[in-house]
């Protein structure tokens, strides 16, 4: 089976370092395997992902010689595809309206797991059609899919074999907010399936969304894909890097080093190569190697100070 992986960020901003860590790791593994690398815009918040920004996503891919297969689609198109398994998930009936506010889901009574995230306790898995017609008149409600008590196990090419426990670690979660917008979690497992992506490489910050995604795969009846959660980039004070602080976006970045500075710098963090020394994109290819990949926070190289 050919593999084919993809790159798919969030428009919200100007691409960083760890954007582009990213981008290059998944393009060089599917690229190693003489594979596919297809590239899609998530963008399901319009409001928030203005197209300018794609734009300027794709501008920097190529400039850094990072080049994709294929067209290119939008989140904030495929609604109509979004709805279609939100139905199946309805028809099974699995779903829910949700009411609660997200201070009331941060609130201190809430059960919080280690990595910070609120457990949700299910407020409103039981509502009667009396009280939802009723809560319907103060706001509109999200929707929820009930998780069952199941733990999911997948093997990550860099971190190993890891499990969660849906209802204990997961809790029922959001597929549609309620503005109508669809959440992450449904939108990347129909968009990876449809696609026929079966590597799919990010930021290893993603990966307890691994195991309901993979539940979902197995609902609509797909395979799930390989994973790859990267160690996260952090600056030299151990702080990871983030758009929101606009930490060396591309916009900087091209204005002071070649694109095979940047690759080559971001090649020797990650482990690919002994020197942090310019290296094309392609030319890393022949030295990819998952097992190079360390399992901890990965740190600027001192070219970037």
Same mark, same amino acid.
């Given at each position: 089976?050919?593999t084919i992986g993809r790159f798919a960020p969030s428009p919200s901003g100007r691409m960083h370092l760890g954007n582009v860590l990213c981008a290059?790791?998944?393009?060089?593994?599917?690229?190693?395997?003489?594979?596919?690398?297809?590239?899609?815009?998530?963008?399901?918040?319009?409001?928030?992902?203005?197209?300018?920004?794609?734009?300027?996503?794709?501008?920097?891919?190529?400039?850094?010689?990072?080049?994709?297969?294929?067209?290119?689609?939008?989140?904030?198109?495929?609604?109509?595809?979004?709805?279609?398994?939100?139905?199946?998930?309805?028809?099974?009936?699995?779903?829910?309206?949700?009411?609660?506010?997200?201070?009331?889901?941060?609130?201190?009574?809430? &059960?919080? %797991?280690?990595?910070?995230?609120?457990?949700?306790?299910?407020?409103?898995?039981?509502?009667?059609?009396?009280?939802?017609?009723?809560?319907?008149?103060?706001?509109?409600?999200?929707?929820?899919?009930?998780?069952?008590?199941?733990?999911?196990?997948?093997?990550?090419a860099v971190w190993g074999d890891y499990e969660e426990n849906l209802a204990e670690e997961c809790g029922d979660f959001i597929i549609r907010r309620?503005?109508?917008?669809?959440?992450?979690? %449904?939108?990347?497992?129909?968009?990876?399936?449809?696609?026929?992506?079966?590597?799919?490489?990010?930021?290893?910050?993603?990966?307890?969304?691994?195991?309901?995604?993979?539940?979902?795969?197995?609902?609509?009846?797909?395979? &799930?894909?390989?994973?790859?959660?990267?160690?996260?980039?952090?600056?030299?004070?151990?702080?990871?890097?983030?758009?929101?602080?606009?930490?060396?976006?591309?916009?900087?970045?091209?204005?002071?080093?070649? &694109?095979?500075?940047?690759?080559?710098?971001?090649?020797?963090?990650?482990?690919?190569?002994?020197?942090?020394? &310019?290296?094309?994109?392609?030319?890393?290819?022949?030295?990819?190697?998952?097992?190079?990949?360390?399992?901890?926070?990965?740190?600027?190289?001192?070219?970037?100070?």
């Amino acid at each position: 089976m050919q593999t084919i992986g993809r790159f798919a960020p969030s428009p919200s901003g100007r691409m960083h370092l760890g954007n582009v860590l990213c981008a290059l790791l998944a393009f060089l593994s599917a690229r190693r395997q003489n594979g596919q690398f297809l590239l899609r815009i998530e963008d399901l918040d319009a409001m928030r992902c203005p197209r300018s920004f794609a734009d300027l996503i794709m501008d920097d891919l190529r400039w850094l010689g990072l080049d994709w297969d294929g067209e290119v689609p939008y989140q904030s198109e495929r609604s109509d595809i979004y709805a279609q398994y939100e139905a199946v998930l309805r028809e099974k009936g699995l779903l829910y309206p949700c009411f609660c506010s997200r201070a009331a889901l941060h609130a201190a009574s809430a &059960p919080h %797991l280690s990595d910070g995230r609120v457990l949700y306790v299910g407020t409103c898995r039981n509502l009667t059609a009396e009280q939802v017609a009723e809560k319907r008149k103060m706001r509109a409600p999200a929707t929820r899919v009930r998780v069952p008590d199941e733990v999911v196990r997948f093997t990550d090419a860099v971190w190993g074999d890891y499990e969660e426990n849906l209802a204990e670690e997961c809790g029922d979660f959001i597929i549609r907010r309620s503005d109508g917008v669809f959440a992450y979690q %449904l939108a990347v497992v129909v968009d990876d399936a449809l696609t026929g992506v079966n590597e799919v490489v990010r930021g290893a910050d993603l990966i307890s969304s691994t195991p309901r995604q993979i539940w979902l795969y197995r609902l609509f009846g797909f395979e &799930p894909p390989h994973f790859a959660h990267i160690p996260l980039l952090c600056d030299h004070d151990g702080r990871r890097l983030s758009k929101r602080d606009e930490d060396l976006d591309l916009g900087l970045l091209r204005e002071r080093f070649t &694109p095979a500075q940047v690759t080559g710098a971001l090649a020797y963090a990650a482990g690919l190569i002994d020197r942090p020394e &310019p290296v094309a994109a392609r030319e890393l290819v022949s030295a990819f190697d998952w097992g190079k990949i360390p399992r901890h926070d990965l740190f600027l190289p001192d070219i970037f100070r």
